[in-house]
C-alpha cells in the first residue's frame, strides 16, 4: 500500500448521513439511546433485521465512522473499537477461547497480555503453551484440537523478536487454527497483515493512532479469511455471517465485557488516523537514525533495533514491514545504576511509559512494567535489569541525540 493511497483511501469515507450544519468532521454524538418512530422499527433493529443505533454500548455514530475509515484502509471484513488495547486483546480472546481449550504464544509478552493470559485466562480453564514462535516445529508440535489461536507480538516489546509471519501462518493454517497478531509496534500505514497471514489482528490505538498521547483505544481487526468450521466453539455460528468471530464478538462478547470506545476517544482517534502515516514514518525514520547514532556513542553497551543491519531479525523485520520497523528501540548500559543516573540527567526525552507519543519517552522496563515479576520470571521474560526502553517521538535526531550523549556523562 504506498502513502498516497492510504490517505485518500481514509479521506474518501463519507459520513452515513449527510449533517444538518454540513459539518466538515464527523459530531461527536454523545446520545446513549435512540429514539425510534415506532415499536415495529425498534423490534427490527433490536433483533438485527435493521441496522440501526440503539444503544451506545453496543453501537456509535461517532464510533462507527472510526471503524469504517480503518475498514477502509485496511481492507477488512469487520473492525471493532474498544476503550483500550487491553479491551481488545480481552473480548477477542472471550470470544476466541472455551474452556479446556489452549492458546500457543511466546513468553515474550506486553506485561498485561502475560498477565491477561497467566492469571485471568487460566482461571477460566484455558492453558497457555508458551514456545519459541521463531521455531516452527515447536510451534507446529505444540498445536493440538483444542487450540484455539496461535498469537504472535510482531515485534515484541521490549526485546524485539520478530517471527516469521508466514511461516506462523501456514504452520497455523496446516491445523486449521486462527493467527492472531498484536501490531501495535509497526502501524497498519507500513505493512499490511492480512498478505501475511493474520487472521485476526489486535491493535492498542493508544499508541499511533491516538493521535499523540490523546486517549486510550483498541481494534479488532478481521480480515475474514479464516474459516471458523474449523473451531469448535465459532462453527456453529458459520451459516450466520462470513465471519462467525465477528458475530460473535458483535453479538454477544463486546455486548456483555461492555468496553466499547467512547465518542469523544472515536473523534480525536478518527484525526490521529489522518495524520497516522505522515507521523509514523517520521517517527520511525527518527528512530533508525537514533539507533544509528547510539551504536558508536560510548558509555552504549549495545543498541537493539530490528532496523539496524547488524540486528538478527533484520531481514525478517525488512521482509515484513520495509526500511522502518517502529519508532520504539532499546539500549543496554553498564549497569541498572548507571541506567537510573543516566536517566535522572535527561531534560528534553521524558521518563514516562506509553509508545509513540509524539514526543520522546524513556522507561526501564526491568523495574517498572515487570517490577513485580521474580528474578526468575524476568530471567524468561529476556527482561535485563541494564536494558532502558526508548520511543522516538517527533522532535529532531539532533536534539534527541545531544539529550542522550550529555546525559552519558
Ligand atoms: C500498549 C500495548 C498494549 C495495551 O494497550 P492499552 O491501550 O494500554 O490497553 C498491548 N500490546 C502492546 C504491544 C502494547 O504496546
Same mark, same amino acid.
Not at 454524538?29 to 423490534?43: D, G, I, Q, S, V
Not at 543491519?309 to 517502529?326: I, T
Not at 540527567?345 to 515487570?370: C, Q, V, W
Given at each position: 500500500?504506498?502513502?498516497?493511497?492510504?490517505?485518500?483511501?481514509?479521506?474518501?469515507?463519507?459520513?452515513?448521513?449527510?449533517?444538518?450544519?454540513?459539518?466538515?468532521?464527523?459530531?461527536?454524538?454523545?446520545?446513549?439511546?435512540?429514539?425510534?418512530?415506532?415499536?415495529?422499527?425498534?423490534?427490527?433493529?433490536?433483533?438485527?433485521?435493521?441496522?440501526?443505533?440503539?444503544?451506545?454500548?453496543?453501537?456509535? *455514530?461517532?464510533?462507527?465512522?472510526?471503524?469504517?475509515?480503518?475498514?477502509?484502509?485496511?481492507?477488512?471484513?469487520?473492525?471493532?473499537?474498544?476503550?483500550?488495547?487491553?479491551?481488545?486483546?480481552?473480548?477477542?480472546?472471550?470470544?476466541?477461547a472455551?474452556?479446556g481449550?489452549?492458546?500457543?504464544?511466546s513468553?515474550?509478552l506486553?506485561?498485561?497480555? !502475560?498477565?491477561?493470559?497467566?492469571?485471568?485466562?487460566?482461571?477460566?480453564g484455558?492453558?497457555?503453551?508458551?514456545?519459541?514462535l521463531?521455531?516452527?516445529?515447536?510451534?507446529s508440535?505444540?498445536?493440538?484440537?483444542?487450540?484455539?489461536?496461535?498469537?504472535?507480538?510482531?515485534?515484541?516489546?521490549?526485546?524485539?523478536?520478530?517471527?516469521?509471519?508466514?511461516?506462523?501462518?501456514?504452520?497455523?493454517?496446516?491445523?486449521?487454527v486462527?493467527?492472531?497478531?498484536?501490531?501495535?509496534?509497526?502501524?497498519?500505514?507500513?505493512?499490511?497483515?492480512?498478505?501475511?497471514?493474520?487472521?485476526?489482528?489486535?491493535?492498542?490505538?493508544?499508541? !499511533?493512532?491516538?493521535?499523540?498521547g490523546t486517549?486510550?483505544?483498541?481494534?479488532?481487526?478481521?480480515?475474514?479469511?479464516?474459516?471458523?468450521?474449523?473451531?469448535?466453539?465459532?462453527?456453529?455460528?458459520?451459516?450466520?455471517?462470513?465471519?462467525?468471530?465477528?458475530?460473535k464478538?458483535?453479538?454477544e462478547?463486546?455486548?456483555n465485557?461492555?468496553? !466499547?470506545?467512547? *465518542?469523544?476517544?472515536?473523534?480525536?482517534?478518527?484525526?490521529?488516523?489522518?495524520?497516522?502515516?505522515?507521523?509514523?514514518?517520521?517517527?520511525?525514520?527518527?528512530?533508525l537514525?537514533?539507533?544509528?547514532?547510539?551504536q558508536?556513542?560510548?558509555?552504549?553497551?549495545?543498541?537493539?533495533?530490528?532496523?539496524?543491519?547488524?540486528?538478527?531479525?533484520?531481514?525478517?523485520?525488512?521482509?515484513?514491514?520495509?526500511?522502518?520497523?517502529?519508532?520504539?528501540?532499546?539500549?543496554?548500559?553498564?549497569s541498572?545504576?548507571?541506567?537510573?543516573?543516566f536517566?535522572?540527567?535527561?531534560?528534553?526525552?521524558?521518563?514516562?511509559?506509553?509508545?509513540?507519543?509524539?514526543?520522546?519517552?524513556?522507561?526501564?522496563?526491568?523495574s517498572?512494567i515487570?517490577?513485580t !515479576?521474580?528474578?526468575?520470571?524476568?530471567?524468561?521474560m529476556?527482561?535485563?535489569e541494564?536494558?532502558?526502553?526508548?520511543?522516538?517521538?517527533?522532535?529532531?535526531?539532533?536534539?534527541?541525540?545531544n539529550d542522550?550523549?550529555?546525559?552519558?556523562?
Amino acid at each position: 500500500m504506498n502513502s498516497k493511497e492510504f490517505e485518500d483511501r481514509l479521506l474518501g469515507v463519507g459520513f452515513p448521513k449527510k449533517d444538518v450544519y454540513g459539518s466538515l468532521s464527523i459530531p461527536v454524538y454523545h446520545a446513549l439511546a435512540y429514539e425510534f418512530e415506532t415499536a415495529e422499527e425498534m423490534e427490527n433493529a433490536f433483533c438485527g433485521i435493521t441496522q440501526k443505533h440503539t444503544y451506545s454500548r453496543v453501537t456509535n *455514530p461517532t464510533v462507527q465512522y472510526f471503524e469504517e475509515r480503518v475498514k477502509a484502509v485496511t481492507n477488512a471484513f469487520g473492525v471493532t473499537a474498544l476503550n483500550s488495547g487491553m479491551a481488545a486483546i480481552s473480548n477477542a480472546f472471550f470470544t476466541l477461547a472455551w474452556s479446556g481449550s489452549n492458546i500457543i504464544a511466546s513468553r515474550y509478552l506486553f506485561g498485561n497480555t !502475560y498477565s491477561f493470559f497467566v492469571n485471568t485466562l487460566t482461571s477460566f480453564g484455558v492453558e497457555i503453551r508458551f514456545c519459541d514462535l521463531t521455531n516452527p516445529e515447536e510451534v507446529s508440535s505444540n498445536i493440538d484440537e483444542n487450540t484455539c489461536a496461535l498469537f504472535v507480538e510482531v515485534i515484541t516489546n521490549p526485546q524485539m523478536e520478530v517471527s516469521d509471519l508466514k511461516v506462523l501462518s501456514r504452520v497455523a493454517h496446516d491445523k486449521n487454527v486462527p493467527l492472531v497478531a498484536d501490531t501495535t509496534i509497526v502501524s497498519f500505514s507500513a505493512f499490511n497483515a492480512a498478505d501475511l497471514g493474520v487472521d485476526i489482528d489486535l491493535i492498542s490505538s493508544t499508541k !499511533y493512532i491516538s493521535g499523540g498521547g490523546t486517549s486510550l483505544g483498541g481494534l479488532i481487526i478481521d480480515y475474514g479469511n479464516f474459516n471458523w468450521e474449523h473451531s469448535y466453539k465459532l462453527k456453529q455460528y458459520t451459516s450466520l455471517s462470513q465471519s462467525a468471530f465477528h458475530f460473535k464478538l458483535r453479538k454477544e462478547i463486546h455486548r456483555n465485557l461492555g468496553a !466499547y470506545m467512547t *465518542p469523544e476517544v472515536a473523534y480525536m482517534q478518527s484525526l490521529g488516523l489522518e495524520t497516522l502515516n505522515i507521523r509514523y514514518e517520521r517517527v520511525s525514520k527518527n528512530c533508525l537514525e537514533l539507533a544509528k547514532l547510539l551504536q558508536n556513542l560510548s558509555g552504549v553497551v549495545s543498541v537493539n533495533y530490528t532496523g539496524l543491519l547488524n540486528n538478527p531479525f533484520y531481514e525478517v523485520s525488512k521482509k515484513q514491514f520495509g526500511e522502518f520497523p517502529g519508532a520504539m528501540l532499546t539500549f543496554d548500559l553498564e549497569s541498572k545504576e548507571r541506567c537510573y543516573g543516566f536517566m535522572r540527567k535527561l531534560n528534553l526525552i521524558k521518563r514516562a511509559t506509553n509508545l509513540f507519543d509524539n514526543i520522546s519517552l524513556i522507561i526501564h522496563p526491568a523495574s517498572t512494567i515487570y517490577g513485580t !515479576y521474580t528474578l526468575e520470571q524476568k530471567a524468561l521474560m529476556g527482561i535485563k535489569e541494564t536494558t532502558l526502553r526508548l520511543s522516538v517521538g517527533l522532535e529532531s535526531v539532533d536534539a534527541l541525540y545531544n539529550d542522550i550523549k550529555e546525559a552519558l556523562l
